[in-house]
């Protein structure tokens, strides 16, 4: 499996003509959108594809480089992939990569349009006419070279602050289909390492590193490309300014509806603006 690629489907399917024991592939379809399941259960199977024990939800939306017709479908989809993985309890929603490479900056943007809600009061809440809430944290965090810390680090250390159920982090991947490019979002309980999708990996933030589950959200934004020859490159859609925002706005409001099921799309909306 010498293709790159931080999508476990396409890990599976690499695999496709020897499917390793202990992985199971499912396909079902939610809000009228694809989503293929990739359940990776033992060592075994671990090693052969790559990926880490744990499960794998791969959302098919339109490209993200277009205005998606069914926009609050995928957003639903999406949301469903997320409540099937979500604990209860408080969320740190980290907004992993660097707002200024464009393919690198899905997370800064995304978290720019969560929903924070740690310091809102039941009674705060109420008087606004808003049903209880779940405690919310967002942060971006930067990268090393802005900050000269590990977003690890930096993680472990709000995370031992304010006690939350789980870290959600989002972070731009690689893909190694350039179909799948800026039109699939996974979402996976195995946690990430920042950095993976510009190869520029960092160390990673998982159970085992931050001590409560870590989910990951991405979407593809580079594939490797080579020429005999030459040096590997990292390739991105012509377009990515466009698919960084469409892409920014389905993962963030499907968090905000799987954080907040109460909430309609458009109170979401309202909250945020």
Known sequence: ???????????????????????????????????????????????????????????????????????????????????????????????L???????????????????????????????????ALRPVSVIAPGVLGQTGMETCEILAALVKETSPAAVIAIDALAAGDPARLGATVQVCNTGISPGSGVANRRKELSEKTLGIPVIAMGVPTVVDFSVEGSEPMM?????????????????????????QPELELEEILALIQ
């Open 1 to 95: 499996m010498g293709i790159r690629t931080d999508l476990a489907v396409e890990r599976l399917e690499l695999a496709e003509k020897s499917l390793p024991h202990g992985a199971i592939r499912s396909e079902e379809t939610i809000h009228g959108i694809p989503m293929v399941t990739v359940q990776v259960e033992d060592t075994n199977a671990a090693e052969v594809l790559g990926k880490p024990i744990g499960k794998y939800l791969t959302v098919e939306c339109t490209p993200f480089r277009k205005t998606p017709e069914n926009f609050e479908a995928e957003v639903m989809a999406v949301a469903e992939a997320v409540s099937r993985l979500l604990p209860d309890g408080p969320i740190l929603v980290a907004g």
């Open 97 to 131: 990569g660097n707002e200024s490479i464009t393919p690198d900056a899905l997370g800064p943007e995304a978290v720019n349009l969560m929903l924070a809600t740690r310091h809102i009061s039941p009674e705060l809440a109420a008087s606004l006419g808003i049903k």
């Open 235 to 259: 390739v991105t859609p012509r377009e990515v300014d466009l698919v960084i925002e469409n892409a920014a706005k389905t993962v963030a409001f499907a968090l905000n509806k799987a954080l």
